[in-house]
T-cell receptor, first 116, second 114 residues
Framework: GAVVSQHPSRVICKSGTSVKIECRSLDFQATTMFWYRQFPKQSLMLMATSNEGSKATYEQGVEKDKFLINHASLTLSTLTVTSAHPEDSSFYIC????????????FGPGTRLLVL | AQSVTQPDIHITVSEGASLELRCNYSYGATPYLFWYVQSPGQGLQLLLK??????LVQGIKGFEAEFKRSQSSFNLRKPSVHWSDAAEYFC????????????FGAGTTVTVRA
C-alpha cells in the first residue's frame, strides 16, 4: 500500500516552454501533497504544500507564478513549470500524505527535468 | 526553526560489516523522526519512523534506529550490510505545530565494498 507515482519520469524541453508533472496516490486518498526539488548530490528542498481543493502554500523563495500547483482531486496533484529555463533543470519529487495519518509522507519516484 | 544534521557525508563499509548513520536534530518540541533511503535516480523509500513509545524502532530491510532525547539523536543501524544497501540515506524531522512538514538532513552516501 501507500504507492505514489509520478509522470513523466524524465522530460527534456526547450527553454521557454512549459512542462507539467503529475503526482498520483495510487491506493490511498491524499488530502495533502508536497513538492520537493533536489539538486545533484544535495538534499530535498520543500517547494510547496498542496491541499486538495485549495491554493497551494509556497515556501519562501519559491516563485508561485513559475511553479503552478493544482490539487484537483484526492489522488492527483500537478506541478507546472512555466517558461522553463536551464536553471529549472532538476529532480522534482512529490510526496503524499494519507488523510487519516498525517505524520508520514510517501514519496513518488521523481521526475528528472532537463531544460535545454 | 527545526534543523537536521547528518555529520557523515560519505561512509564506506564492507559487505557483512555493521553500519551506523548519525542524525542529530535541533527542535523545541517532541519531533517526529524518519529515515528514508534513496537509490540513484529514484524517489525516497521510508525505512522507519519514530513518534513515541519504545525508543528503539525496527524498520524494513533489517534497519533499526534509536531515539535518544538527551543527545537529540536518531541514529540508524544495520548489523550486517548487503551490497544492495548502497544508496543515499536521509534523516528527516517533522513537527505537529508545523503541519508535519519535513526538514531533511543533507544525506549520507553509503558505499558497500565487496
Amino acid at each position: 500500500g501507500a504507492v505514489v507515482s509520478q509522470h513523466p519520469s524524465r522530460v527534456i524541453c526547450k527553454s521557454g516552454t512549459s512542462v507539467k508533472i503529475e503526482c498520483r496516490s495510487l491506493d490511498f486518498q491524499a488530502t495533502t501533497m508536497f513538492w520537493y526539488r533536489q539538486f545533484p548530490k544535495q538534499s530535498l528542498m520543500l517547494m510547496a504544500t498542496s491541499n486538495e481543493g485549495s491554493k497551494a502554500t509556497y515556501e519562501q523563495g519559491v516563485e508561485k507564478d513559475k511553479f503552478l500547483i493544482n490539487h484537483a482531486s484526492l489522488t492527483l496533484s500537478t506541478l507546472t513549470v512555466t517558461s522553463a529555463h536551464p536553471e529549472d533543470s532538476s529532480f522534482y519529487i512529490c510526496s503524499a500524505r494519507e488523510a487519516s495519518g498525517q505524520e508520514t509522507q510517501y514519496f513518488g519516484p521523481g521526475t528528472r527535468l532537463l531544460v535545454l | 526553526a527545526q534543523s537536521v544534521t547528518q555529520p557523515d557525508i560519505h561512509i564506506t563499509v564492507s559487505e557483512g560489516a555493521s553500519l551506523e548513520l548519525r542524525c542529530n536534530y535541533s527542535y523545541g518540541a517532541t519531533p517526529y523522526l524518519f529515515w528514508y533511503v534513496q537509490s540513484p535516480g529514484q524517489g525516497l523509500q521510508l525505512l522507519l519512523k519514530y513518534f513515541s513509545g519504545d525508543t528503539l524502532v525496527q524498520g524494513i530491510k533489517g534497519f533499526e534506529a534509536e531515539f535518544k532525547r538527551s543527545q537529540s539523536s536518531f541514529n540508524l543501524r544495520k548489523p550486517s550490510v548487503h551490497w544492495s544497501d548502497a544508496a543515499e540515506y536521509f534523516c528527516a524531522v517533522g513537527e505537529r505545530s508545523n503541519d508535519y512538514k519535513l526538514s531533511f538532513g543533507a544525506g549520507t552516501t553509503v558505499t558497500v565494498r565487496a
